[in-house]
C-alpha cells in the first residue's frame, strides 16, 4: 500500500438490481467543491492585483495633477 500514495484509485459499484451507484457523482461534486475553491482564490487575487496597480496609477496622477 506504500507505493498507492501516488495513484487515485475510485471504485465505483452498483447495487445488484443494476441501478448505477451515487458514489462517483458525489466524489465529482467535493472535487468541483474544493477545485473551484482554489480556482477562486487565483482569480481573486488576480483581480486584486489589478486593482491595486490600477490605484496606484490614478494615485500618481492625481499627485503629478496637484503639483505633488
Known amino acids: 500500500v506504500a507505493g498507492d500514495h501516488l495513484q487515485h484509485v475510485v471504485e465505483v459499484v452498483g447495487d445488484a ?3 448505477a451507484a451515487d458514489g462517483f457523482q ?3 461534486l467535493a472535487q468541483l ?3 473551484g475553491r482554489a480556482c477562486l ?6 483581480l486584486l492585483e489589478v486593482a491595486g496597480e490600477l490605484a ?4 500618481g ?3 503629478l ?4
Open 26 to 28: 458525489l466524489l465529482r
Open 65 to 68: 495633477a496637484f503639483g505633488e
Open 17 to 19: 438490481a443494476g441501478q
Open 41 to 46: 482564490h487565483f482569480v481573486v487575487h488576480a
Open 33 to 35: 467543491f474544493f477545485g
Open 56 to 59: 496606484q496609477g490614478l494615485l
Open 61 to 63: 496622477d492625481l499627485a
